[in-house]
Structures are given as structure tokens and as C-alpha cells.
């Protein structure tokens, strides 16, 4: 009944608006007052305990380091590399939306960075060239899927954080899932493009010389996500100190190499990028409060009984936790998500045999493609309130890709290899 009344109570507070945040503390101090014998002094403690964890400063670092990124005109020279690979493919234009998508990726870790760069840049240019605004406006959205699941993505970190798992594990964990999201999606416009007939960005096939020209244009840009692997696999930095040297290495690139930004451009960077790491602090030291509730209440112990009582096979109940983290994606907000259900599931995962590092990628990729579907999908929204689509005529155009990214989904969760194979080997 407590844990009942507490969801409940829970609901009804997003319903009203309330951010997920004070939601979680609201019904976390109520528990410790009327349940739990608790109080003030402990709901402090844990607001600053839940911070104190050396590996969550990578957080704010990576976050600086996307936003550098992003500001200093790497993405235009990203976007016109895949337009030369790609362009001269039916529906090229959407191609290159998927392309840059998987390049950005490995530098933003954000699913709504990505997709707002997309739907800033290209969205305008493939309504020009005939594309609806729905479709130009659904695969910039799809396409974001990609972020999250590729190093430095913040939600594996906070998964390796939360679940006491090897952070560089997960980022190399993810490289091959991310490679196989880009290349569904792909299909998918390749597919729609011959249904639809989408136009080309480009007439002709790009010769050796544009190729080469193009990878140099982007070469310092595209070595950021290299250099990030590499440092995590040879042990020669933690995530948190590379997250500090890519920050560096960003601004050297954008400030004296690519000289699209400047000293005066610094100060709206740094307040953009401590605005995002407010919002992801702020929930998990909340969700650290709120973990005092799940402790008391048992609630993995409570959920794995359910779980296996409705079946012992590990198959029917990955599709039940799927099933679970696809709908609650939708409607509450990632980060929050994460802090409060690994602590619950991974337990649950290491009872039923699946490695954690996979269930890591299936727990962002769940949780990922949650924040592109409406109603309350918060990357819909962010694009949304860049084209200015309507929801209905989003949701027919996002179907087709939306499934393409389930069968990605439901190939990560029973082909281990997929997300497994890549630590093993490096």
C-alpha cells in the first residue's frame, strides 16, 4: 500500500507539472516524516552525499566539452563531410541527418543536442529541397537516438556510476549498437526514400579527391572520440580526467584551429553548459534522497518476485522489463529514470544472467528511445518547438523509423555479443 500511495502520489505531481526533481524529494521526505522516522538532517546528508562521487565530475566535463562542440562550428563541417558521402544516395539529405548524427555522437552524448542541431541546420534545407516537414522533422529526431548510446554519452555514465560497472567498458559496449542504430535508420530512409521519392542532395558520386578533402576539413574533429576510447582503453586517464582533456582539446580546436570561436564567446558557453549539469545534478542528488525509500520499502527484492513470478524465463522477462522502461521513458525524463531504476533492476539482471554491461546499453537505448516518442518525449518536443510540426502528423511520419529502432532494441537484448564483444576484445 506505501509503495502504491507513494507512485500514486507521484503521478500526480508530474501531472501537475512539477519537475521530476522536486517530485522525488517531495514524496522521498514525506516517506522519511511519516514512514521512515527520518528527517531533515538525513534528506541533507543524502542531497550531498548522493554528489559526492569522483566518477559524476565527468558529468559536467563532457558536458562543456559538447557544448564547445557544438558552438564552435563543428557540426556545419560534420554536416558538409556526410553530404559528401552520402548526399548522391536517394533521399540524401536524410542520409546525411543519420551520418552526422553517428559523427556528432561521439562528441555531444546527448540525444536533444543533436537532434536541435539537426533541426536548426538541416530541417530548413530539406523542406527547401521537397521533403514534408513531418519527415525532415521525424528523422532529425530518430537520428538522436544515436547520442546516447555512444561514448562520451551521459547516461552510461550514470549507469557505471549507479551500477558499480566499468564506465570505459560501457562506452566501448556501445560503439557497435550505436553503428547498428545508424545503419537501421538508414535502411529505413533508403526504404521511404523509393516509396516517397525523396531527391538527392547530390547528382553524381563524390570522387576520391572531395573524400579526402572533406575527412581533412573534419579530421582534428573526428579524432575527438578516438582519442576518448583510446585514453579509456589503454588506462591512461579515468573518465573524469579525460572528460577535463577533452574540454581542452575542444576549445584548442575551436578557438586556434577553426577560429569560430572566441574569449568573449566563453562566458555563454560556460553558462550554457552549467545550466545542463544543474538540471542532471539536481535530479540525482534528489533520486539519491529517494533511494533511502527504495532501500526501506525493498522494492528490488519486491519487483524481482513479481517479475519472476509471471515467468523464470530470462526471454519473457527482458521483453516485460522493455516493455516497462519503453513506457515510463515516455513520459518521465531519462536521467531521473536511471537513477531510480538501476538500483532496482540491476540486480534483477545479474539474478537472470545478462551481463551488466549490456543491460547498461539496454537500459539507455530503452530509455532513449522513450524521449522520442510523444506525448511527453522530450527530444520530440525540442524539435518540435524548432520546425513547428504538428504531433499528429509527426507521429505517422516517426512510425516506420520508431520500429526500426525496436528491432535495433530487440536485437541488443538478446544477441549479448552485440554489446559485449568490443570490451572483451580491446
Not at 111 to 129: E, F, G, S, T
Not at 245 to 271: C, E, F, G, H, N
Not at 411 to 423: E, G
Amino acid at each position: 500500500m506505501t509503495l502504491a500511495l507513494l507512485i500514486a502520489v507521484m503521478l500526480g505531481l508530474l501531472a501537475l507539472r512539477v519537475p521530476v526533481w522536486a517530485a522525488l524529494l517531495a514524496i522521498s521526505v514525506g516517506y522519511l516524516v511519516f514512514e521512515g522516522g527520518g528527517g531533515g538532517p538525513q534528506v541533507v546528508q543524502r542531497l550531498t552525499s548522493g554528489l559526492d562521487s569522483f566518477p559524476l565530475l565527468a558529468v559536467p566535463f563532457f558536458i562543456l566539452a559538447g557544448v564547445v562542440m557544438a558552438g564552435g562550428g563543428v557540426a556545419e563541417r560534420m554536416m558538409g563531410f556526410a553530404t559528401t558521402l552520402v548526399g548522391h544516395f536517394r533521399g540524401g539529405l536524410a542520409q546525411v541527418n543519420v551520418l552526422n548524427s553517428l559523427m556528432i555522437g561521439g562528441m555531444s552524448g546527448s540525444a536533444n543536442a543533436d537532434a536541435a542541431i539537426d533541426a536548426k541546420i538541416l530541417v530548413p534545407i530539406m523542406r527547401k529541397q521537397g521533403y514534408t516537414n513531418a519527415f525532415a522533422s521525424a528523422i532529425s529526431v530518430a537520428s538522436g537516438s544515436i547520442s546516447p548510446i555512444l561514448p562520451p554519452s551521459i547516461g552510461l555514465i550514470l549507469y557505471g556510476v549507479l551500477g558499480g560497472v566499468s564506465i570505459g567498458d560501457l562506452f566501448i559496449g556501445g560503439v557497435l549498437p550505436g553503428i547498428l542504430i545508424a545503419i537501421a535508420l538508414s535502411t529505413t530512409v533508403w526504404v521511404l526514400a523509393r516509396v516517397h521519392k525523396f531527391p538527392r542532395a547530390n547528382e553524381r558520386r563524390p570522387t576520391l579527391r572531395e573524400i579526402w578533402r572533406g575527412f581533412r576539413r573534419t579530421f582534428a574533429a573526428l579524432l575527438m572520440p578516438v582519442l576518448l576510447l583510446v585514453g579509456l582503453r589503454l588506462g591512461i586517464m579515468t573518465p573524469t580526467e579525460l572528460g577535463a582533456v577533452l574540454v581542452v582539446y575542444a576549445l584548442i580546436l575551436s578557438m586556434y584551429v577553426y577560429k569560430t570561436i572566441t574569449w568573449r564567446d566563453i562566458p555563454s558557453l560556460l553558462r550554457e553548459a552549467v545550466l545542463i549539469t544543474g538540471v542532471v545534478m539536481i535530479i540525482i542528488a534528489a533520486a539519491s534522497v529517494f533511494a533511502i525509500v527504495v532501500a526501506y520499502e525493498r522494492i528490488p527484492d519486491q519487483l524481482s518476485g513479481f517479475l519472476l513470478g509471471i515467468s523464470d524465463n530470462p526471454i519473457i522477462v527482458m521483453l516485460i522489463i522493455n516493455l516497462i522502461l519503453l513506457v515510463l521513458g515516455i513520459f518521465l525524463e531519462s536521467s531521473s529514470l536511471m537513477i531510480i531504476l538501476v538500483p532496482v533492476l540491476a540486480p534483477l539482471a545479474v539474478q537472470l544472467g545478462i551481463d551488466p554491461v549490456q543491460f547498461g546499453i539496454i537500459i539507455v537505448l530503452n530509455l532513449s528511445i522513450g524521449s522520442l516518442t510523444p506525448p511527453v518525449g522530450t527530444v520530440v518536443y525540442t524539435v518540435a518547438a524548432i520546425t513547428r510540426v504538428s504531433i499528429p502528423a509527426f507521429v505517422r511520419a516517426f512510425t516506420p523509423l520508431f520500429l526500426a529502432l525496436v528491432v535495433v532494441l530487440l536485437a541488443v537484448t538478446f544477441i549479448p555479443v552485440l554489446s559485449t564483444w568490443l570490451p572483451a576484445v580491446l
